[in-house]
């Protein structure tokens, strides 16, 4: 980004042209969206957007980066105050699931991501193992969970959580069922269980 708000005014005016980003990203994809259409739903002027940023692709960097933290705050404000990794785990899955579904567009920004700008689509997934890693390693210290190298382990937890969003809430947009939800938890006390 080249510029960073410094008034509330501002703030609002670049919170509109990344909220018409997210919805003409994610309804037609990166490669078919215009900054003309993205400006025309955010009600900005096309000097705005440049003010803010240089391309498309420097906007698709900052959605990431900030989906990428937001996500990251939920699911910690979501496992708050549980002290075993196992538990941790299945609620961590549960609320990835909850902010999946009600952030679909989100999801589909990331998806754009793999395929316009694959080293930050990378970097969003290291930067989530990065600190889901460092967790599991401390909970495997203590003796909560059985040990495996802590970043595969994060890759394989990642994937399994993926996977099932994409199966149920991208593909067919409904809720992770609950009996699936039950399976999920089966599987991580099975892989997690010291």
Do not use: C
């Amino acid at each position: 980004m080249k510029y960073l708000p410094k008034t509330r005014r501002g703030e609002e005016s670049l919170n509109k042209i990344l909220n018409a980003a997210i919805a003409v990203i994610a309804e037609k994809g990166f490669n078919n969206a215009s900054i003309s259409e993205i400006t025309s739903r955010a009600g900005v002027s096309h000097g705005l957007f440049y003010f803010y940023f240089k391309n498309k692709d420097e906007l698709l960097e900052e959605l990431v980066r900030r989906i990428n933290r937001d996500m990251r705050h939920y699911l910690t404000l979501s496992t708050s105050g549980l002290s075993n990794r196992v538990t941790i785990e299945k609620r961590g899955f549960e609320a990835f699931f909850d902010w999946m579904y009600y952030n679909q567009y989100l999801y589909k920004i990331l998806i754009e991501a793999e395929s316009n700008n694959l080293e930050l689509y990378k970097w969003h997934y290291m930067k989530l193992s990065e600190r889901y890693s460092q967790k599991l390693l401390d909970a495997m210290n203590r003796g909560e969970i059985a040990k495996y190298d802590p970043e595969v382990l994060s890759f394989v937890l990642m994937g399994i959580a993926d996977f099932i969003a994409k199966r149920y809430i991208l593909w067919v947009n409904s809720k992770v069922p609950r009996y699936v939800v039950d399976e999920v938890n089966k599987i991580l006390e099975r892989i997690l269980s010291p």
